[in-house]
C-alpha cells in the first residue's frame, strides 16, 4: 500500500496521509516529480512504459512518479529513477526547472504539485538493475527525436511543456530569460479584477487575489502589462508597490509581474500557491 504526504497548496505538510488509487480530498494536494536525465551529448533519457501499465501503456516518457510519504521531492526523483530505470542519481547533479500546481484541468482532478527535474548523468543505462517492471526499454534520443516521436502519437502528450521550458537547457541556448531590469520597480495602476470577483468568461473562476495592470506599460500581447498583487486581504481599485518577481510563461506571450505593495519579499511557494488558480492552465516560472 502505498502512502503520500498531503499538502496545502502552499506546499505545506498538512500531516495527514492519502493511499494511492483513493481519490483526493478538494483543496489538498500531493507531489509528484518528472524526472529528465541528460548526458553530455545533449541527450535525454527517455522510458518506455510497461505493457501491463494501465495508463499510457508503450507510451514514452521520462522518468518520475508519485513522492511517498516522508519523502522530499528530490529523495522522490532519486527513488522513482532507480526503481524504473536503475540508474543512482545523486543530489548534487540534480536541478530543479519548475514547479506547477495542478488542481482540476479539463475535468480531470489532478490536486497535486509536480516538480519538474534536470538531472545531468554520462553512465551506462542499467534498466537490468531496476527494482520494478513498470518499464519495458530505455533510451537516450535528441530533443528533435522526441519532437518527431512526441508528433508521432508514441509520447506522453502531458510532457509537452518539454518543448517549451527545457529552451532554457538546451546546449548554446540563447533562450535565457533576465528581468533585472524590471524586478525592483516601483509601478502602479488600476485592478480590473479584484480579489472575490469572478473571471469574465469563465463564472466558476474566482480570484483569490487582486489582479490587475501596469498604466502606460504595454506587454507582449499588445495589452498593458497585468500584475497579481499582493499584500493585502481586501478588493482594491488601484495600488501602487514594488515587482519582487516575474512569472514566465513559457507557452504564452504574456509575462505576470508579482507586486508587492510595501516591497515585503513573498515567498515562492506563497505566490505559486495564490496564483495557480489561473496559472495552472500554463507553464511558468517566476524568476527574481
Known amino acids: 500500500m502505498e502512502k503520500w504526504d498531503l499538502y496545502t497548496k502552499y506546499r505545506e505538510k498538512t500531516g495527514k496521509e492519502h493511499v494511492r488509487g483513493e481519490e483526493l480530498p478538494d483543496g489538498l494536494y500531493h507531489l509528484v516529480v518528472h524526472v529528465w536525465i541528460r548526458n553530455s551529448k545533449g541527450e535525454y533519457l527517455i522510458s518506455k512504459r510497461a505493457a501491463d501499465r494501465t495508463v499510457n501503456p508503450l507510451m ?27 540508474i543512482n542519481l545523486q543530489k548534487e547533479s540534480g536541478k530543479l526547472v519548475f514547479s506547477k500546481i495542478r488542481g482540476e484541468i479539463d475535468g480531470k ?30 533510451r537516450w534520443a535528441l530533443p528533435e527525436e522526441i519532437k518527431q516521436m512526441y508528433d508521432n502519437g508514441e509520447f506522453v502528450e502531458t510532457l509537452d511543456y518539454f518543448f517549451y521550458v527545457f529552451k532554457e537547457y538546451m546546449p548554446d541556448s540563447t533562450y535565457k530569460p533576465d528581468y533585472s531590469n524590471i524586478t525592483g520597480k516601483i509601478v502602479s495602476g488600476r485592478i480590473d479584477r479584484p480579489l472575490g470577483s469572478q473571471h469574465p468568461r469563465n463564472k466558476k473562476m474566482i480570484y483569490p487575489i487582486n489582479y490587475g495592470y501596469v498604466e502606460g506599460v504595454f506587454a507582449e500581447d499588445g495589452a498593458e502589462q497585468d500584475v497579481y498583487v499582493f499584500g493585502t486581504d481586501k478588493p482594491l481599485d488601484t495600488y501602487k508597490g514594488k515587482v519582487i518577481a516575474v512569472l514566465h510563461r513559457f507557452n504564452d506571450v504574456e509575462d505576470k509581474w508579482i507586486v508587492s505593495l510595501d516591497g ?23 524568476y527574481r
Not at 60 to 86: F, M, P
Not at 111 to 138: H, K, P, Q, R
Not at 264 to 286: A, C, S, V, W
Open 60 to 86: 514514452w516518457e521520462s522518468a518520475g512518479g508519485s513522492v511517498i510519504k516522508g519523502e522530499d521531492s528530490i529523495e522522490g526523483a532519486i527513488r522513482e529513477v532507480k526503481e524504473e530505470v536503475g
Open 109 to 138: 482532478k489532478f490536486n497535486d504539485i509536480m516538480d519538474v527535474w534536470l538531472f545531468e548523468y554520462d553512465g551506462e543505462l542499467s534498466l537490468g538493475n531496476a527494482t520494478t517492471s513498470e518499464v519495458e526499454d530505455c
Open 264 to 286: 515585503t519579499d513573498i515567498p515562492d511557494e506563497k505566490i505559486l500557491g495564490d496564483i495557480y488558480f489561473q496559472e495552472q492552465f500554463f507553464y511558468g516560472k517566476l
